[in-house]
């Protein structure tokens, strides 16, 4: 193979480059005879003009010893020889129609005219130009050279290249002979003796073979497939250790066997507006990534373990590329288990229902932060064709299905379960709100507040974070419609449907610790992590945030403001990062936001600059987990200081990270996760003072105490895990009907 590879490359190679030999000769010819026969035409013109013949023949004898010029020859312009060279005389004799033929063709076009020419084994090349004689012409002068040297030229170009093919060959089999001798054998053996160990579960962590080496991808495979062996291995001992001690931990593989055991086979069906995985269009490839997401760590699990379907808005540009006629594929790509589903919108329809209605509407409805909510009519009845687009499109993937169970995502469908409910009596739905729900009085505000409640009471199961929001909500129905509340089992009864409105906080996908390749690396220094931003402190703090005018961002920076206030001792010893991403930059309140905090920013590290120190550096761009991560695992202190949050999964995300290790995590009252996390320092972040206060505070607390509060928060996340999370909603879900 590789031979005819090489074959082919040096034919191809040789074929073009004897064409572009032949083709640069020809022309440098041509280039050639049009200077010389310039030279002889004004010279002949006069001569001839003088009926000087015989100076003519001197003239055209003289021209005929230049380089491969095999004569000239001057011709009346009806075709008559007047003058040649001695050697044209046999050549002129044997092809006169050709030489008519010439001169006829310059009289006719009145320019020079040049061609090849075969005579015999003997390859030419003749040149015709007309000679003047005022404004006609009198004669044409037609110059002959010969062109075999360019048949040689080529062929010892496919000459030359055929012996260094050939040499290219016999060395390329020899290198890889030698390398297949060399690196092939002893890796073989290397790998085999390192899959029996992995087998009798002597250790992973080593493979014998690199990126480097001829087994590298096998090597990556086989290392996954051991480090899943690893992981079974540890998670079994570990529910071994907690099935002894009465405890139970969800895992990824428990929460697949319940769902199969509640769902009982039945068919699930997932619907958000973010999809679980993207294509983008890269050069002429189309690359798949997965979207940093907890709602894909979330869903994703229930999906394998039933092989259910994902609906969702195809946002890639090369989403369309890889879908069937059906819009769906199947994922993940390595390993397909259930189907997405992909809807598509329009860029009217995205700015109305996304950016629009629930972005500027509800999302500051509510976020009670302070942000005026904006509606408008024409946002609203995008929002209402979206839902109703995506209820067609679960309609048509439950045609067939008896008893789906579909789990709604998000404010973005909140008319999606009675759309549905109304067409397919047997579906079982719940809706999961993934941000607070305000008060009824600040409810109230949205125009349209019946019809969305009429649209989520659609579902048999309404979920939120806290009984805070489930107690906010019942009271918004209470007051909005009519319907029998029971606030003793916490459901809305309304005409033939009851609707049940609990409680799921949502969390993280929980991580093993030490058994993760993460832990086995210490982590990078505060020191080494600002470096590269020529700052110098001892202590840092952290913020992992979208650009979101609910995240208090700017009473976070005046809070550190306040701590450099309050405690001098820290100025150029302590330095906050703040990880922000950039949100919904369409929306003109985000970019107004946006411009408030790099102000801010600005002011605070001019108020306390010094040499090689600043009191904030913000990093605004997307940022992936992995970078993130190792920030907070350096960071001393974790900032959290919502105004207003569903739950805020950065507080978990800092916990898990740390694992027990020293660390504070200062956290706002208005999240969920103040709920769980009791260990941490809550604060009032409208209060500056005591949220700098709570900086120093964090600081400055032993490292023991350090040690146990974080420890404790640690099982918390541990135990209520995102798995635990999403059993708790299939459970409630699957068994509804037999209350």
């Known amino acids: 193979m590789i031979a005819v590879a090489v074959s082919l490359v040096a034919f191809a190679f040789s074929r073009w480059q004897s064409s572009q030999e032949e083709l640069r000769l020809k022309t440098e010819l041509e280039r050639r005879s049009g200077i010389l026969s310039e030279s002889l035409q004004e010279s002949l013109a006069l001569l001839l003009e003088q009926n000087s013949l015989e100076s003519v023949k001197r003239i055209v004898a003289r021209f005929s010893n230049r380089e491969r010029l095999l004569g000239t020859a001057v011709f009346s312009n009806d075709g008559n020889l007047l003058v040649s060279s001695s050697d044209l005389a046999d050549l002129i004799n044997q092809y006169p129609q050709e030489m008519k033929a010439d001169v ?13 020419i075969n005579l015999g084994s003997k390859r030419l090349h003749s040149y015709s130009v007309p000679i003047w004689k005022g404004q006609d012409i009198f004669s044409v002068l037609i110059l002959f050279h010969d062109a075999d040297y360019i048949r040689d030229r080529v062929d010892r170009i496919w000459v030359n290249n055929f012996i260094r093919a050939l040499i290219q060959m016999s060395l390329i089999s020899f290198i890889t002979l030698l390398m297949i001798y060399l690196n092939l054998l002893s890796p073989i053996r290397k790998t085999v003796d390192w899959i029996k160990r992995v087998r009798l579960g002597e250790g992973t962590n080593q493979p014998p073979p690199k990126e480097k080496e001829l087994l590298g991808p096998l090597a990556q495979e086989v290392t996954k497939m051991a480090k899943s062996l690893e992981m079974a291995r540890l998670t079994a001992e570990q529910e071994a250790r907690l099935r002894h001690s009465s405890e139970s931990l969800w895992t990824a593989d428990r929460l697949k066997e319940f769902v199969r055991l509640k769902l009982q086979g039945r068919s699930l069906f997932a619907i958000s507006n973010r999809e679980p995985y993207m294509h983008f269009k890269k050069g002429k490839e189309i690359e798949c990534i997965v979207p940093a997401s907890g709602l894909v760590t979330a869903i994703e699990p229930i999906l394998k373990a039933c092989g259910g379907t994902w609906i969702a808005e195809g946002a890639g540009d090369g989403d369309r590329e890889t879908v ?37 509407g509800l999302w ?47 404010y973005h469908f909140a008319l999606l379960p009675n759309l549905i409910k109304t067409k397919r009596p047997d579906a079982r739905i719940a809706i999961f709100w993934h941000i607070p729900w305000p008060n009824p009085e600040s409810f109230g505000i949205c125009p349209w507040q019946k019809e969305l409640l009429q649209g989520m009471l659609g579902a048999d199961l ?27 089992h916490f ?52 913020g992992v945030d979208r650009l979101d005018y609910t995240k208090g961002l700017v009473e976070r920076f005046r809070a550190i403001e306040s701590f450099l206030e309050q405690y001098p001792s820290y100025r150029e ?12 930059t369409l929306i003109p309140r985000y970019q107004e936001f946006i411009d408030e905090i790099e102000r801010e920013v600005e002011r605070i590290n001019q108020k306390f600059k010094g040499k090689n120190w600043k009191p904030i550096l913000f990093l605004k761009k997307h940022h992936s987990h992995k970078d993130i991560r190792p920030f907070y695992r350096a960071a001393d202190v974790c900032l959290v200081t919502s105004l207003h949050d569903g739950m805020n999964l950065v507080s978990k995300e800092y916990v898990m990270a740390k694992s027990g290790r020293e660390g504070a995590l200062v956290l706002s009252q208005f999240t969920g996760a103040s709920r769980e996390l009791v260990d941490a320092l809550i604060v009032n972040p409208y209060d500056i003072r005591q949220s700098g206060q709570a900086i120093y505070k964090a600081l400055e607390m ?34 509804i009907r037999s209350v």
């Not at 589903?341 to 209605?357: C, I, P």
């Not at 107690?471 to 606030?487: G, K, P, Q, W």
């Not at 996908?509 to 982590?523: I, L, V």
């Not at 010893?573 to 919904?584: C, D, K, N, Y």
């Open 104 to 116: 006829n063709e310059v009289v006719k076009t009145k320019l020079g005219y040049g061609k090849f």
């Open 324 to 360: 069937d006629a059906h819009d769906r594929l199947r994922v993940p790509p390595e390993e397909p288990q259930y189907v997405l589903r992909r809807v598509w919108l329009t860029k009217e329809e995205e700015d109305g229902y996304y950016y629009g209605f629930s972005n500027e």
């Open 364 to 410: 500051p409805l509510c976020h009670i932060a302070h942000t005026r909510p904006i509606f408008r009519e024409e946002n609203w009845r995008v929002y209402k064709a979206v839902n109703e687009k995506f209820a067609k499109a679960v309609l048509e993937e439950i045609h067939d299905v008896t008893e789906p169970v579909i789990l709604i995502q998000d």
């Open 462 to 488: 309404v979920g939120f974070h806290t009984q805070f929001h489930c107690n906010n909500f019942m009271e918004t129905v209470d007051r909005a419609l009519e319907s029998r509340i029971d606030y003793e």
């Open 491 to 542: 459901t809305v009864h309304r005409e033939a449907q009851k609707t049940w409105v609990k409680p799921f906080p949502i969390s993280i996908a929980f991580e093993s610790g030490p058994a993760t390749e993460d832990f086995k690396n210490p982590p990078a220094d505060a020191a080494t992590l600002l470096k590269p931003y020529g700052i110098q402190a001892q202590w840092m703090g952290v």
């Open 573 to 584: 010893r302590f330095t906050f990062v703040e990880l922000g991403a950039p949100s919904r």
């Open 702 to 735: 032993p490292d023991e105490e350090k040690r146990e509060r974080m420890k404790r928060m640690w099982e918390t996340v541990r135990e209520k895990n995102i798995y635990k999370w999403a059993a708790d909603l299939v459970g409630e879900l699957a068994q």
